[in-house]
């Protein structure tokens, strides 16, 4: 039987306020309900014109620390992916976001406030079917050791094998691969929590740049030694090989379209699952897209 995916947009609007974990000012977001085939859309409020940013893998323009989206005037938005996933767990496939800065804010760190955010107003079936994509052949992108893949498959799974490149502590590895499929589990309730991390040393490097001024122990696991500095420590024995799915959710997210296919990595990071998509669209015969009727 053909799956069917239907356009959903939010019922009403929701509204954010945070602060950007690069420059540590405050943020605020507005989600707001769409027409059916808007897609998810960035507007830049800051900036009075050329401010509107599609949230497309093609507009990917940096996926250092995080992932970046511009448009061809250079206005730029970045750290989507965590409200990416958030829209993708909710089905949210028309939505105009509306944003003060360059940065989407980092709240705790997860998806949980977004997800919050659009549990609190609802979504709003539009009964408009989504086009989607299937994967048809094994598709594979690497980093040095880390790696990432699609694999034809007729359900929408992610799984991801994490051990920060041999870099974690042993009382925090990651003990075995971590399964999600996103038509049948629960992402708010199973990944939304997990927070982004980091090692303090390379924390400490990027703050001499610069960068991560926003971030502390609220909205980031800090890895330091043989354990973490936060003293409420993870909040699942697998939290950071969960938050590299939430993470490839919300990356994979930037399609535009549903992909059916599997979903594989070791070491996954924003500039691989970029890499994926692109190689995925980019090879002959890769992928079959199935229209609405």
Known sequence: MKKKYTQKTLKSPAHLNGIGVHSGTPVNLELLPAAINHGIKFQRTDIATNNIINATYDCVSDTKMSTTLSNKHGANISTVEHLMSALA??????????????????????????????????????????????????????????WASFT????????????FLKRLPSALKQSHDVTFNLDDDNFHLFFAKARTFGLYEDARKVQAMGLAKGANLDNTIIIKDEGILNPEGLRHPDELSQHKILDAVGDLALCSNFIIGAYSAYNGSHYLNNKLLRKLFDTADSLETDPVA
């Open 89 to 146: 767990g909710y089905g949210i496939t028309n939505c105009l976001i509306k944003v003060s800065g360059p940065e989407v804010p980092i709240m705790d760190g997860s998806a949980e406030d977004f997800c919050n955010a659009i549990q609190a107003v609802g979504t709003d079936n539009q009964q408009h079917e989504k086009e989607y994509v299937k994967v048809l052949k094994d598709i594979r992108v690497e980093s040095g050791d880390a």
């Open 152 to 163: 034809p498959s007729t359900e929408r799974t992610f799984t991801v094998n994490f051990d």
